[in-house]
């Protein structure tokens, strides 16, 4: 069984920044992807980033382009996303999410990953 634990969530003020991590236990391969996700009060989950195993390919959402960069190191068998800038929009409990194997992959949907973290909850005060 794999699990997903994400942390490094918490309270900031507006511009400020955090760094979620995603630490994997229970699986003994590198994931083909990994991708975070958020969702906010009230709002549907919304894909924010994802990552390649390889770490060269990294996918975006509009909205936290310049903003945010996921990384990985698969010796720590870990994925990291640092949010710069933080704005009180981006309050939302985030989700990272594995993609096991490899074969076509379209990073900002959701029922592409196979296994969920439990979340982390970000909130940015104005």
């Known amino acids: 069984q794999v699990h997903l634990v994400e942390s490094g969530g918490g309270l900031v003020q507006a511009g400020g920044s955090l760094r979620l991590s995603c630490a994997a236990s229970?699986?003994?391969?590198?994931?083909?992807?990994t991708g975070w996700f958020r969702q906010a009060p009230g709002k549907e989950r919304e894909f924010v980033a994802a990552?390649?195993?390889?770490?060269?390919?990294?996918y975006y959402a509009d909205s936290v382009k310049g903003r945010f960069t996921i990384s990985r190191d698969n010796a720590e068998r870990t994925v990291y996303l640092q949010m710069n800038s933080l704005q009180p929009e981006d309050t939302a409990v985030y989700y990272c999410?594995?993609?096991?194997?490899?074969?076509?992959?379209?990073?900002?949907?959701?029922?592409?990953?196979?296994?969920w973290g439990q979340g982390t909850q970000v909130t940015v005060s104005s």
């Open positions: 999410a594995d993609k096991r194997y490899g074969g076509s992959w379209y990073p900002y949907a959701d029922e592409e990953y196979d296994y």
């Open positions: 229970g699986r003994t391969f590198i994931s083909y992807a």
């Open positions: 990552i390649r195993w390889s770490g060269i390919s990294t």
